[in-house]
Nanobody
Framework: QLQLVESGGGLVQPGGSLRLSCAAS????????IGWFRQAPGKEREGVSC????????DFADSVKGRFTISRDNAKNTVYLQMNSLKPEDTAVYYC???????????????WGQGTQVTVSA
């Protein structure tokens, strides 16, 4: 059974950092691009970042460029989202999702985790 489990969320002050993890099981992890998405209350879900199956290609939303990095360890079936210089507007539930392709894209994420809450507040 394919499963994605996010962890690492929490409460952090503005300017702080968090590292989210997305642990996968039940499928051939290194055949899938993995994306991170977020949804704030009252707002639509938005794409944050994506990493190709090999880890060579990455993509970021303009709102997080220069502050967030993404990486993956295929030996551990895990993708990481390092979030630095966090702002209150980064507050959201963060989800990871697997795309049925080796490359990133806007659509095609058929498998989703349950999400982890990130709150940036003083």
């Amino acid at each position: 059974q394919l499963q994605l489990v996010e962890s690492g969320g929490g409460l952090v002050q503005p300017g702080g950092s968090l590292r989210l993890s997305c642990a996968a099981s039940g499928f051939t992890f290194d055949n899938y691009a993995i994306g991170w998405f977020r949804q704030a209350p009252g707002k639509e879900r938005e794409g944050v970042s994506c990493i190709s199956s090999s880890g060579v290609s990455t993509d970021f939303a303009d709102s997080v460029k220069g502050r967030f990095t993404i990486s993956r360890d295929n030996a551990k079936n895990t993708v990481y989202l390092q979030m630095n210089s966090l702002k209150p507007e980064d507050t959201a539930v963060y989800y990871c999702a697997a795309r049925s392709s080796r490359q990133c894209g806007k659509y095609g994420y058929g498998y989703w985790g349950q999400g982890t809450q990130v709150t940036v507040s003083a």
